[in-house]
């Protein structure tokens, strides 16, 4: 069973900073695609940043600048560091990941989502 667990949410002022974690587990081949997404209350869900795994992460222009992905593969977990928060970045952050596993003998891949963990970013 492949699971995929976010922590690192909290509440912070604005120009604070905050690590999130996303902590990958279960019988994992290869790790392909990672990613955060963000959805804000009567908002649709929204891509904060996605790298492959040979690198070259896509940042929505919205946090160019401020929040960087990293992935410690030893660990089996996706890193996202945020800085100079503004309020605008309140939302519920979810880890995304296209994974390799396999189920039985049988290898497979499909896509994952955490259950997400809350930023916010007070003014």
């Known amino acids: 069973q492949v699971r995929l667990v976010e922590s690192g949410g909290d509440l912070v002022q604005a120009g604070g900073s905050l690590r999130l974690s996303c902590v990958v587990s279960?019988?994992?081949?290869?790790?392909?695609?990672v990613g955060w997404y963000r959805q804000a209350p009567g908002k649709q869900r929204e891509l904060v940043v996605r790298?492959?795994?040979?690198?070259?992460?896509n940042y929505a222009d919205s946090v160019k600048g401020r929040f960087t992905i990293s992935v410690d593969n030893a660990k089996k977990t996706v890193y996202l560091q945020m800085n100079s928060l503004k309020p605008e970045d309140t939302a519920v952050y979810y880890c995304?990941?296209?994974?390799?596993?396999?189920?039985?003998?049988?290898?497979?891949?499909?896509?994952?989502w955490g259950q997400g963990t809350q930023v916010t970013v007070s003014s």
């Open positions: 790298t492959t795994s040979g690198g070259n992460p």
């Open positions: 995304n990941a296209d994974i390799g596993y396999y189920s039985g003998s049988w290898y497979r891949r499909d896509d994952f």
């Open positions: 279960g019988s994992i081949f290869s790790i392909n695609v």
